[in-house]
């Protein structure tokens, strides 16, 4: 090995902010229709628009050969992508990762629990957002929350390192239920995050402002019943950890309104057509499919398309519920 190829490469920002964290979206399609997340009739990326696993997989090397150490697969909901469990070993297995996480809304689960932890996967956050079958069709417009609690026994069952509960809280709809929700993680053992929505996307029948349920009035909520303590805690991710005196349990909110996170950004984003988006909240972004696609084979030229993103990294978001969205790209396709 030269010397040079020993020292390690890193992606640093002009905020002087380094990049070790990129989240893939590996498809936009879903089995549910969340209300904040997507229109109940949705037009999703034609396939041949899609990434393949290897073209994925490809992106995924140059970005820990720049210095990622962490990976989210996410989507839509990931574990619907046909074959993803080659992705999650071929990803598992590139030197210089340290953490292969997942993001998903647990219908999968059951089937695939085992072959994931297989392929590598220690950490897994699982989407939960009610405890009652009803409110949770309501959110999830079709998702069945039988089959989700018995996703999250699986996951259970097959022994990962760390599973996390993801709730996103929206007023009148599930706001009551917090205290329920820290109930269930805490009896099975799991971190619970809990997530202010954010405007991505315009959404016919669902009024984000009035929804809107900030970290604050939840910590208060929950403060009613548990004893929380602050943490210094850090996921290289953007919570906020606390933990319930009485349980242990992790408590993590994710502020994007209340608590605005931009200042520590460590990540980026590719969407399930190869746009690497390097802000959730903004529209930079660079075609790496194009690249990839006009020079098949060049791991250097994707690498360097890559470096050169770093310039256009934006310094932050700044959401407002109630004007009208400027991002008009769904959750499912921005990768959560
Ligand atoms: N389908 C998987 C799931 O639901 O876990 C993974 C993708 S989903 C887009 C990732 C996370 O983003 C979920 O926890 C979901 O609740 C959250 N999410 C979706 N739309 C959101 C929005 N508009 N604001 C805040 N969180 C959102
Ligand atoms: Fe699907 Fe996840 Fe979006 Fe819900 S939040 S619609 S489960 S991608």
Redesign the pocket.
Known sequence: MSKNAEIKESLVDNFGRTVDYLRISVTDR?D?R?V??MEEEMEFVPRAQLLTLEEISTIARAFTELGVTKIRI?????LVRRNVLKLFEDIGKLPGLKELVT???GSQLRKLAPDLKAAGLKRI???L?SLDADKFRRITRVGELDKVLDGIDAALETGFEKIKI?A?ILKNRNHEEVCDLVEFASQKGMDISF??????GVIAEHDRAEAYYSSDQIRQDLSRKYALLDTTERTNGPSHYYRIAETGTRVGFISPHSHNFCGDCNRVRLTCEGRLLLCLGQEHSVDLRHVLRSHPGDLEKLKQAIRDSMSIKPEGHDFDLSAKPVIFRH??VT??
């Open positions: 879903c549910f969340c904040y997340c996410t989507g839509g909901e990931p993001t998903t809304n956050n699982i989407s957002d993801n996103v997530i202010e929505e954010m405007p991505l959750m499912n990768g959560g």
